[in-house]
Structures are given as structure tokens and as C-alpha cells.
């Protein structure tokens, strides 16, 4: 699989898992992609999530994207960046797939929502795919 075929496979299918590790424990949760590029993938979470403390403390992390309709999921590994630019933070928050934010931001003052709203970045992406037709070859890493 190509490098674009893969993200059009993300970018289609924008919900996600994402596994971080608290301590030693694994944790994982669904997310929900904002972009992705070569420049990497986009998402956005709160400060007050433990999401965000397990990123500040290891930046390793793994995304699974599923396309049911293809039968392809795509993990993707790499290291998390916190985004802070007021710039993409707007662009997000103004999306119209982000409305489910709003009630958050009239909450609160717009520093305290900037200071808050926390963008995230998965860089140096390494990716794999699995199907049930390629269930027991090796595994294929692609540099996105």
C-alpha cells in the first residue's frame, strides 16, 4: 500500500484509537483525527484529560484507523507534539465538524480556552496495514 493510499485511508475513516502508556499501564481511547498529511496527524484534546499528562511525560504513542467498508486497518506509531499556535487552534475549533466544542469554548474566556484546548501532532510517522488476506505476512513498515 502507498503512502497516499494510507492517508486516504485515515482521512476517511476519522475515527480512531489512540494507545499512550501512564507508567507502565497501556491506555487507549477513541479519538477523533482532525487531518492528517505528510506533515503528520492531527487531533486536539483538553489540558484537564490524563491524556494529556501521559503525552507530556512520554510523547510515544499509536494510532488505529479501521476502514470496515475495505477491511483494512492502518497503525500507525510515532511521537506526539503539542501545537501551540492560537492559528490551528481557531481553524479547528471554527471547523463545522467542530461544533461539539462550542458549549466548551462560550464557557470561557478565550485565553483560558487557547491556554486549555490543546492541539496535538503524531510526527515521524511509521505505518502498517493489516487485512485478513495479509493476515500471517510480515509486516510492512511505510515512513508516512
Known amino acids: 500500500m502507498t503512502k497516499q493510499e494510507i492517508l486516504d485511508i485515515i482521512n476517511k475513516n476519522p475515527v480512531f484509537y489512540l494507545a499512550t502508556v501512564e507508567d507502565t499501564q497501556p491506555r ?5 483525527l ?4 505528510e506533515d503528520g496527524i492531527v487531533f486536539h484534546t483538553g489540558s484537564m484529560r490524563d ?5 507530556l511525560k512520554n510523547p510515544k504513542a499509536e494510532l488505529c484507523f479501521n476502514d470496515f ?6 497503525r500507525v506509531r510515532g511521537i506526539l507534539e503539542v501545537v501551540d499556535d492560537i492559528k490551528i487552534k481557531d481553524e479547528i475549533s471554527e471547523h ?7 458549549p466548551w469554548k462560550e464557557s470561557i474566556s478565550k485565553d483560558e480556552f487557547y491556554r486549555t484546548f490543546i492541539v496535538l501532532k503524531l510526527k515521524e510517522c511509521i505505518a502498517s496495514t493489516w487485512t485478513m488476506e495479509n493476515n500471517f505476512a510480515p509486516k510492512e513498515d511505510i515512513k508516512l
Open 69 to 74: 467498508k475495505s477491511g483494512v486497518q492502518v
Open 34 to 37: 482532525y487531518k492528517a498529511d
Open 51 to 55: 491524556l494529556y499528562g501521559q503525552i
Open 28 to 32: 487507549v481511547r477513541g479519538m477523533l
Open 96 to 102: 463545522p465538524t467542530r461544533t461539539f466544542l462550542n
